[in-house]
């Protein structure tokens, strides 16, 4: 990997949580090979490390994150801040986590933990950045939200909720920041061949964790659920940095459900239940 490192006075700037692997980790290394400086940041010290000595101190500042802590998320903000001369061209909240299973069997802490993650953390986020952003001509609030958020999935449905709550903040906020200057989006991924699709913990314990080579065999390999590399939603971050849409869908077939659900939400939801065993109490029986 080539990168060229501008002067820092001309450089743009990216803020990213969940930046140690996947999608976060794409991204940050797509805007470093375009010039950007890029602040990465994670729970996970070992893997910015990796990510730090791949793209150059130069061209990358880490600092490990606990999102859930306002106090930890707005001092890494202006920490970065010092760095980047003051200068937020995009912030991208990333950072999330998972939990699996019939809504009864995921204990609460755990579904607590991912409310905390994956919309609190974005809350976070948003109050830190939105200083820098003001200052920044031209600068983009970008979220990772879900194929999730189109219409509540079973069997993750507090993760979804979560979801939906940041497309509902990202519409509300798109509005709201214009009278600052700055542009709101997201993205909504589908099925991202990211660590997290093996590390979700299935809590009703009802299908054992698959072998990698079972897992890539059992995806699907066509349609809107088919497997996407994590680089496809870093190149959705570059493009919405230099686009006007809201939502952004990977892939953008994931958007029917959005506009199919408009008019026949129940169409909708007979699919999902022809797709899921166990919604049948009597199924044992017959």
């Known amino acids: 990997m080539t990168i060229q490192t501008p002067p820092a006075t001309t450089r743009q700037t990216i803020f990213i949580t969940g930046a140690a692997s996947g999608m976060g980790r794409e991204t940050a290394k797509l805007f470093a090979v375009k010039g950007w400086l890029v602040g990465a940041t994670d729970v996970n010290d070992a893997g910015l490390k990796t990510l730090e000595q ?134 909504l991924p589908g099925l991202i061949d990211t660590a997290i699709l093996r590390s979700t913990p299935n809590r009703s314990g009802d299908a054992p964790k698959p072998s990698e080579d079972e897992f890539y065999a059992r995806v699907p390999k066509k349609g809107m659920f088919r497997l996407m590399p994590a680089d496809s939603v870093a190149k959705c971050v570059w493009e919405a940095y230099h686009g006007t849409k809201l939502h952004y869908y990977v892939p953008a077939e994931v958007a029917w459900i959005d506009r199919i659900k408009g008019f026949a939400p129940n169409f909708i939801r007979n699919r999902i239940m022809k797709l899921l065993p166990g919604l049948d109490p009597n199924a044992a029986q017959k």
């Open 54 to 187: 791949e793209l150059g101190h130069d061209n990358c500042w880490i600092r490990k994150l606990d999102v859930t802590n306002k106090g930890d998320f707005d001092a890494a903000l202006n920490e970065f801040a010092k760095r980047a001369g003051g200068r937020l061209d995009l912030m991208f909240n990333n950072a999330g986590i998972g939990e699996s299973g019939w809504f009864e069997d995921v204990p609460y802490d755990a579904a607590m933990r991912v409310v905390q993650i994956n919309f609190v953390g974005v809350l976070n986020g948003v109050y830190a950045a939105l200083p820098f952003l003001k200052k920044t001509p031209n600068s983009l609030l970008f979220t990772t939200s879900s194929s999730s958020a189109t219409y509540g999935m079973p069997r993750i449905a507090v993760y979804a909720a979560t979801k939906h709550a940041v497309k509902g903040l990202t519409e509300a906020l798109s509005v709201e920041f214009k009278r600052h200057g700055v542009r709101v989006a997201d993205v």
